[in-house]
């Protein structure tokens, strides 16, 4: 598999909920993404963070958060959960430089009802 | 305009025939791009990377990148039905700070 692993694997939350999502990427891979990916859609970028600080950030509202660990670990937080946020929210992480591609995790499956 | 464009699809060839897939994006200062592909249910798997204009070969996968024309394209020989997936174009940029992807084509090989 890809060394990088997200839990849970699939999820249901109520509209007004909030929600963690966890991804432990591999050794020595400092930076990590999160996306979100609506059916038939291609992944949206929400935020990036490298050595535990956001460094880049997408179209999401400020109710999407994260944070990163120093121990190749990170969180996506969603707050007051709405019907629309219902994806498949992947983590993907890379070594320093992100431009040689990410490697991603299979995905969390948010189901908001 | 948006930022990386592909054609949705899904664009059907049959098997052992050469599926030639698409991307155009917007930012000037892009630097590296990239295809990954993705089966249904699964997660994004990079294939191929390339970073200078021209050809770059892997096995059957041929990546072709024209900087002046900001286009980038994926060549797939002797296409075989497990090559059915859907194929995203990502492009990341110095300029954004932003790794950007497009919405995919799907690709259906025919046996």
């Known amino acids: 598999e890809t060394g990088v692993t997200q839990s849970p694997t699939h999820l249901i939350k109520t509209r007004g909920q909030q929600v963690t999502l966890r991804c432990s990427s591999q050794?020595?891979?400092?930076?990590v993404s999160w996306y979100q990916q609506a059916l038939g859609q291609g992944p949206q970028f929400i935020f990036q963070?490298?050595?535990?600080?956001?460094?880049g950030r997408g179209n999401f509202p400020p109710r999407f958060s994260g944070l990163q660990f120093p121990n190749y670990s990170s969180e996506l937080n969603v707050n007051a959960l709405e019907l629309d946020d219902s994806a498949l929210y992947l983590c993907?992480?890379?070594?320093?430089?992100?431009?040689?591609?990410?490697?991603f995790g299979s995905g969390t499956r948010l189901t908001v009802v | 305009q948006k930022e990386v464009e592909q054609n949705s699809g899904p664009l059907s060839v049959p098997e052992g025939a050469i599926a030639s897939l698409n991307c155009t994006y917007s930012?000037?200062?892009?630097?590296?791009f990239f295809w990954y592909r993705q089966y249904s249910g699964k997660s994004p798997e990079l294939i191929m990377s390339?970073?200078?204009?021209g050809d770059k070969e892997d096995g059957r996968f041929t990546a072709q990148l024209n900087k002046a024309s900001q286009y980038v394209s994926l060549l797939i020989r002797d296409s075989q039905p497990s090559d059915s997936a859907t194929y995203l174009c990502?492009?990341?940029?110095?300029?954004?700070?932003?790794?950007?992807f497009g919405t995919g084509t799907r690709l259906k090989v025919l046996a």
């Open positions: 993907a992480s890379s070594v320093d430089r992100e431009e040689y591609g990410y490697t």
């Open positions: 050794s020595g891979h400092n930076t």
């Open positions: 990502a492009v990341w940029s110095s300029g954004t700070y932003k790794y950007i």
């Open positions: 390339i970073y200078s204009n």
């Open positions: 963070y490298y050595r535990e600080e956001e460094n």
């Open positions: 930012d000037r200062v892009s630097q590296s």
